[in-house]
């Protein structure tokens, strides 16, 4: 009984980010395709699967932990996070992966389930020049707090409305 009420709050706590997302969108007349999927993926081959979307347009949200605080770092979920050149170009010797922990208490979303939007949380956005690439997709599709929800918008519209810092932080 415990662990359903326990999975039920985690849900519930993060409807609340996707609400927010939902609405950011809508205040700033951003068109949006809102894809509906399962939720038991465990790798971005599986969700980008899921969502029936390319995965190079996969945004990977992560939270790290610097010096000085925490960040939000995306990339594209086709990618790794290479956290050398990562570290020189935030010039810290401390980097980490926030634990879920943390995560849950600076976004209220469950691992998987974050946004590329740090702004929601009060971080910086750091953002891989990768995913930004419009070679072959203008648009890029992410989880908007919930594992069974995703969003998918354009590259300049994202652009836009985070303005993050553009890096070169994967391989």
Known sequence: MEEKESMEQEEQESEEVFDK???LFDDNNIKYNLLI???NAKTSEEVAKLRGTPLETGAKAMIIKIDDGFIEVVIPADK??????AKKFLKTDCLRFGTKEELKNIT?????????FGSLFGLKTYIDEKLMDKTNYDFISFNG??????FQIKKDDYLKLENPILCN???
């Open 21 to 23: 997302l939902k609405k």
């Open 37 to 39: 999927h399962g939720g």
């Open 80 to 85: 790794k996070f290479a956290s050398r050149p």
């Open 108 to 116: 209220n979303c469950i691992q998987g389930s974050v946004p590329p």
């Open 145 to 150: 707090g919930l594992r069974t929800k995703s």
């Open 169 to 171: 932080i994967c391989k």
